[in-house]
RNA sequence: GCGGGAGUGGCGGAAUUGGCAGACGCGCUAGGUUGAGGGCCUAGUGAAGGCAACUUCAUGGGGGUUCAAAUCCCCCCUUCCGCACCA
């Protein structure tokens, strides 16, 4: 064995060992419980980042550790490898995309590797593959059979910077692309939409199965992107034309109170509605107006609406009254039916509006044991109370009068119960051409015609003209792309030239790494049903809307393509927290790379370009722009990727922000080189040490220094296998095992043939073969290296864990403090099975105690077995 | 505005069916080893007071429940995240 740690040898060496072996390829094997673990895989951009480590370091740890404890395990790695990036370097760099990706994806994996990840390469995917992206387009054409897909001309958000269209989802704060921050712009086009509203309801009740095993924000979220809100939808006739105006309430209990109409100004009926030339061209320049106001300021609270008069009035149907029919920009287009009944008295919103524009305000709601006065008061009472003005329904509470007046709307034909969402259907064309083609044909006698399944896959052109001044989707330039026969009648056609949102392929690949290779279906229903669902998924938070709810979506409508059986896609969820490093900022030259940062040692740092002082910021998540990053290669060529990995464990819980700290690095090398000096100190001592286990009279049970081992090591054993089994607090785990290695340190090791040699020699190697087995799931290279070393012929990669006995691990005695009145003033060493009556007998002798009780009496001696015991005196 | 998370030494973080606050690591201090430095080893390290045994204070702030509160309840502050006229 070699004094130095080499870990550089080490892992390459157990990297070719595990491949050689083929230790992490998994199959469907029935006498094993499964469990899938899954990480979100990544985006090829050609370089990890410490995020990526992370994730998948965690990952790693739950894979190995199942792998260990007798399941079977698949851990699978691919590529969502389709995208803007690829584009934009072909544009700037002159790189075709499939090329760069390509490339990209190669040295991706070769530094996944060099992490030693266990992975099982063998089901690798890459979404940009033609294998792999026929069958989004065969799921595709399912899900136009099924009517779950659809075309359709709608305000969709539009992307200058990317040149494409974005979903909702993908669009933040109201009006920001998700992925470049650029505004977005609405307008109005034709696109492929899914219908993800036809699943709002069990995406939503669904969420019980998912209620403890995901993280709540993450289901709150969804929650409130899906926004179901149950109402009714009402009937109002026009005035002095034919037509009704429906709008949506939640509140059909104001009915009577609804004194005016408000519609939104992209609504179509609005131009329809002016009842002069005049006013016709008012309503115009102010739809205008609102089209071109930015949306937060169009939304946001606080800023009075503006509001203009149709000219035109409808009938509230259960009062007769005529009320005015305005529009407004606090209306939504794309919500309910795009229009309002206003209710001023009860609806703050309303109510403003109607103080701006002088409307009446009627109140038919009262509160309890009070009245409001529509003259003087200042806000709307929104909540329940008792009908007045309201006909029939005069005295009812307001609750009641929410479902008795919806039956009475119903009976009468002017309306019915309904639940609306805020989700709205899933945009997916996009205007780009590095994604997947969707498979239809336009044909100008047939039609729109679906790509017959036996012709996908649709490939996408090769030679294509990136010349970004073009303008436009690059694949509408690709003559030989674009024009095609169409397949029913034969006759000249053109393809489709959108592609589909990347999210459609990272919506089922979980699935695909279940049959990879499949080419006759998308995957074997059986296979899919063995490993589905995925047991423990592992990935950013900010996918919580995205991502994840597309995937539940579409696996939904795989389940009812008679893919799986599964509900759910992903059983659990963790979401791990950022890679956060301080930010550098010279007040002159911005954020600074760590090279341009002199540190003076006392806390302050100076700007290498301009010698001024240096700020250091508070910690952020690591970006490019901060300049605050840093690279994973160095550290695997410094430290190795034992250390990178454990120190991603360590310094946090993986679902907390983790804060990077070279020295916090250099902590964990030095623990793991601890570990390995240990082992070679005392390689006489463990020799052999894997090949058998330690009989249990070998220990014999009259040394302390043994026993104390003995048991550290059996507590331990418990609490680092606890620690998988619920939390995932892989840092508490290791800061035991660093315990253990403290205990090995500060106890002396008797020469060969001392009478304390043999207990003291067994409880050693014992603590050491936990430790190799406890840790092999954060640094998996040296544990296998000294596993190797010591006698191992098998691999700790698959198992067994080890076991613990209660028995052993509990304390015989221990260190009880003694409170008087609460507060600790002595520690009585006990027997651990100790009575409560006799600590309390211990007690009440002891000279300390009797010290502080000395002129008071005791009123109660409080005793907590194991734990502690209270004297309360007066 | 609504909803959710967080707030513990110089730093990252332990400890929550209420029961020894600060495990483990970083940093710092001292000693040892070394020609020096680094590395490694040992000890110390929440604050204040005291020669000391020890005492007092301390988990964002203020109240409360309890023999006992970082943990439970109420009010407030700070911060991060999500949603934001959704009818």
């Known amino acids: 064995m070699n004094e130095l740690y080499s870990f550089h040898d080490i892992e390459e060496r157990w990297q070719a060992e595990w491949e050689r072996q083929a230790v992490f390829q998994c199959h469907e094997r029935v006498d094993r419980p499964k469990f899938y673990c899954l990480e979100m895989f990544p985006y090829p951009s050609g370089k990890l980042h410490m995020g990526h480590v992370r994730n998948y370091a965690i990952g790693d740890a739950i894979a190995r550790f199942k792998l260990m404890n007798g399941y079977s395990v698949m851990h699978p790695m691919g590529w969502d490898a389709f995208g803007l990036p690829a584009e934009n370097a072909a544009i700037e760099r002159n790189v075709h995309p499939a090329t760069w990706t390509m490339a990209n994806i190669d040295a991706m994996r070769k530094q996944f590797k060099r992490l030693g990840y266990a992975f099982d390469w063998s089901r690798e995917v890459a979404t940009c593959h033609p294998e792999y992206y026929r069958w989004c387009q065969w799921l595709f054409l399912k899900m136009l059979e099924k009517g779950i897909a659809c075309r359709k001309r709608t305000e969709v958000n539009w992307c200058g910077t990317c040149r494409t269209v974005l979903a909702n989802e993908q669009v933040e704060s109201g009006n920001v692309c998700w992925r470049c921050g650029q505004t977005v712009e609405n307008r109005e086009m034709d696109g492929w939409f899914l219908k993800i509203t036809d699943y709002a309801e069990e995406l939503l009740n669904d969420h019980a199965l998912l209620e403890g095993h995901w993280p709540e924000r993450v289901l709150t979220m969804q929650k409130n992107w899906i926004g179901r809100s149950e109402g009714a939808y009402v009937d109002f006739p026009l005035v002095g034309k034919d037509g009704k105006i429906r709008v949506f309430t939640t509140r059909p209990d104001t009915l009577y109170g609804a004194t005016f109409m408000v519609l939104a100004p992209e609504n179509p009926l609005v131009m329809t509605l002016a009842d002069s030339e005049e006013r016709c061209a008012m309503l115009r320049a102010f739809a205008e107006k609102s089209r071109q106001t930015d949306v937060i300021e169009r939304t946001a609270t606080g800023i009075p609406k503006e509001g203009c008069f149709t000219g035109t009035y409808a009938v509230n149907p259960l009062t007769g009254e005529d009320i005015p029919i305005w529009v407004s920009d606090f209306v939504l287009w794309g919500y309910g039916t795009g229009a309002i009944m206003s209710v001023p008295a009860h609806d703050q919103r309303d109510f403003e509006f109607a103080r701006k524009y002088a409307l009446p305000i009627r109140i038919v709601i009262a509160p309890e044991g009070c009245d409001l006065d529509s003259e003087s008061m200042e806000s709307a009472f929104e909540a329940v109370g008792k009908m007045i003005n309201s006909g029939p329904f005069t005295g009812m509470s307001s609750d009641a009068g929410i479902g008795a007046i919806t039956r009475y709307i119903e009976?009468?034909?002017?309306?019915?119960?309904?639940?609306?969402?805020?989700?709205?259907?899933?945009?997916?064309?996009?205007?780009?051409?590095?994604?997947?083609?969707i498979p239809i044909v336009h044909c100008e006698r047939c039609g729109m015609v679906p790509v017959p399944e036996d012709q996908l896959p649709v490939r996408l052109p090769d030679n294509i003209d990136f010349d970004w001044s073009l303008g436009g989707n690059p694949l509408s330039r690709v003559e030989s792309f674009v024009s095609t026969r169409c397949p029913i009648c034969g006759g000249p056609a053109r393809r489709e030239t959108d592609t589909m949102d990347t999210f459609i392929d990272s919506s089922w690949y979980y699935s695909r790494y279940c049959d990879p290779r499949n080419t006759r279906e998308i995957v074997d229903p059986d296979k899919n049903n063995y490993w589905i669902p995925v047991d423990q998924y592992i990935g950013g938070i900010e996918h919580a809307v995205m991502h994840l709810l597309y995937a539940r979506f579409i696996h939904k409508v795989m389940r009812d393509l008679g893919y799986g059986r599964s509900?759910?896609?992903?059983?659990?969820?963790?979401?791990?927290?950022?890679?956060?490093?301080?930010?550098?900022?010279?007040?002159?030259?911005?954020?600074?790379?760590?090279?341009?940062?002199?540190?003076?040692?006392?806390?302050?740092?100076?700007?290498?370009?301009?010698?001024?002082?240096?700020?250091?910021?508070?910690?952020?998540?690591?970006?490019?722009?901060?300049?605050?990053?840093?690279?994973?290669?160095?550290?695997?060529?410094?430290?190795?990727?034992?250390?990178?990995?454990?120190?991603s464990l360590f310094a946090a819980p993986p679902q907390k922000d983790l804060d990077w700290s070279d020295s916090g690095v250099e902590g964990v090398f030095r623990f793991l080189k601890r570990i390995w000096r240990f082992v070679f100190d005392h390689r006489g001592l463990l020799e052999g040490l894997a090949s058998g286990p330690i009989a249990a009279e070998d220990f014999g049970n009259d040394h302390a220094g043994a026993e104390?081992?003995?048991?550290?090591?059996?507590?331990?054993?418990?609490?680092?296998?606890?620690?998988?089994?619920?939390?995932?607090?892989?840092?508490?785990?290791?800061?035991?095992?660093?315990?253990?290695?403290?205990?090995?340190?500060?106890?002396?090791?008797?020469?060969?043939?001392?009478?304390?040699?043999?207990?003291?020699?067994?409880?050693?190697?014992?603590?050491?073969?936990?430790?190799?087995?406890?840790?092999?799931?954060?640094?998996?290279?040296?544990?296998?290296?000294?596993?190797?070393?010591?006698?191992?012929t098998s691999l700790l990669a698959q198992g067994p864990w080890v076991t613990w006995d209660d028995a052993i691990a509990a304390e015989q005695s221990i260190e009880m403090p003694v409170q008087i009145n609460g507060k600790i003033r002595v520690r009585l060493t006990v027997s651990a099975d100790a009575t409560p009556e006799e600590l309390e007998t211990r007690v009440r002798q002891d000279e300390t105690v009797a010290r502080w009780v000395e002129g008071k009496t005791i009123r109660q001696v409080i005793v907590v077995p194991q734990r502690l015991i209270n004297v309360v005196i007066k």
């Open 411 to 437: 009976e009468k034909g002017i309306g019915c119960r309904a639940v609306t969402y805020r989700l709205r259907d899933w945009g997916i064309s996009r205007q780009r051409y590095w994604g997947t083609p």
């Open 567 to 647: 509900p759910e896609p992903f059983a659990r969820l963790l979401t791990q927290g950022m890679v956060c490093l301080e930010v550098m900022r010279c007040p002159r030259d911005g954020y600074l790379y760590p090279e341009d940062v002199i540190d003076n040692g006392d806390g302050s740092y100076t700007c290498r370009i301009c010698n001024g002082p240096v700020i250091a910021g508070r910690s952020e998540k690591m970006s490019k722009s901060k300049r605050n990053t840093r690279d994973p290669n160095d550290y695997i060529d410094r430290f190795g990727a034992d250390t990178i990995r454990m120190f």
């Open 708 to 792: 104390v081992i003995h048991r550290k090591t059996h507590q331990t054993i418990k609490r680092v296998t606890e620690d998988f089994d619920g939390r995932y607090h892989f840092n508490t785990s290791i800061s035991a095992c660093m315990e253990i290695v403290n205990l090995l340190y500060s106890t002396p090791i008797p020469e060969e043939g001392a009478a304390d040699y043999q207990p003291i020699r067994c409880a050693v190697r014992e603590a050491v073969y936990a430790l190799l087995h406890m840790l092999n799931p954060f640094a998996p290279h040296m544990m296998e290296e000294l596993w190797h070393e010591l006698g191992g």
